[in-house]
């Protein structure tokens, strides 16, 4: 603890010879983004404002960029929070340092900021105190500063360490969703492939008009069964060839054309015969009558 405000004093002792130059705030910041952007050329491309300048990944940031507007509100945004958590350090309350702190680290990762800045921004910071300093900077004050900025990285570290578990913890939910709601689709899109396959399977054969069976091919079906719908049924009957008509010439007897009727069954040929002797003995009894 002794040592952590001995770094504090010391830093905030320093700093009061930097307040003292002109436009502090925008001196310091334009010496700290050209040291960062020394370091790091690759780092120009996480600012808005050099978005409007023409650079090449590992181009230095042209001159022109400094004098920008975007480029000085940001400069000044910078070494005012630097001076403010400075003076907080050595305040009494220090209470909401570390959740402000947490909180600055946070945001920063929606800029895209890696822990690599960090060091980058830190080496950037001691490089422009010693040069803003001169002779004030000794040793004592370097590890008063650095211990100062370390402190501050460590704590936006932490924040945004926070922050990027929270941005995996969602990515992984909005994985799952995504892959339950891709599960989903494909098993509603094979149900409809199977529905329509058996569509198509139940209408294959008519698919070809040449398939397609014409009306006058196909035939009406016939009744099976009883109460089964349909035309009628013709009634089987057994066919014999008609038997030649009798001689009634001959008073004695009655012959036949041909043999074969004698084939006939016996209830035909009975009705033929007891029909046939009526007549003959009509025929007699009124050639009697004549005669006598």
Known sequence: MEIYVRAVEKAVATWATVRAIPDYELV?????????????????????FAERFEIDDN???????????????HARAVVGMLESVLYTMAGDDVSGLGSALQ?????????????????????????????????????EVRKGWAAVLKFVSKGMQAGAGAELEVIKVKRRESVRRQSATLRLKVMRRSEGT???????????????????????DIKPRLPTRRGDTGPPKAPRRKMHEPASQCDYSSSSS???????????????????????????????????????
Not at 30 to 44: G, R
Not at 59 to 73: K, N, Q, R, V
Not at 129 to 139: F, I, K, P, R, V
């Open 103 to 139: 909180s600055l680290g946070a945001r920063h990762v929606s800029y895209g900021v890696h822990p690599a800045h960090y060091s980058v921004v830190e080496t950037a910071l001691l490089r422009t105190l010693e040069g803003a300093l001169g002779d004030m900077w000794t040793t």
């Open 28 to 48: 310091v910041g334009k010496l700290v983004f050209k040291e960062i952007f020394h370091i790091a050329p690759q780092a120009l491309g996480l600012y808005t």
């Open 194 to 216: 199977s529905r329509l396959a058996r569509k198509v399977g139940r209408s294959s054969r008519f698919h070809d008009d040449s398939d397609r069976p014409r009306d006058d």
């Open 254 to 292: 009655i012959s036949y054309a041909r043999e074969e009727d004698h084939d006939l069954s016996t209830s035909t040929s009975t009705i033929c015969t007891e029909e046939d002797e009526r007549m003959v003995n009509i025929l007699l009894l009124a050639g009697m009558s004549v005669t006598t």
């Open 59 to 73: 181009s230095s940031a042209p001159e022109a960029l400094f004098g920008d507007t975007g480029f000085h509100t």
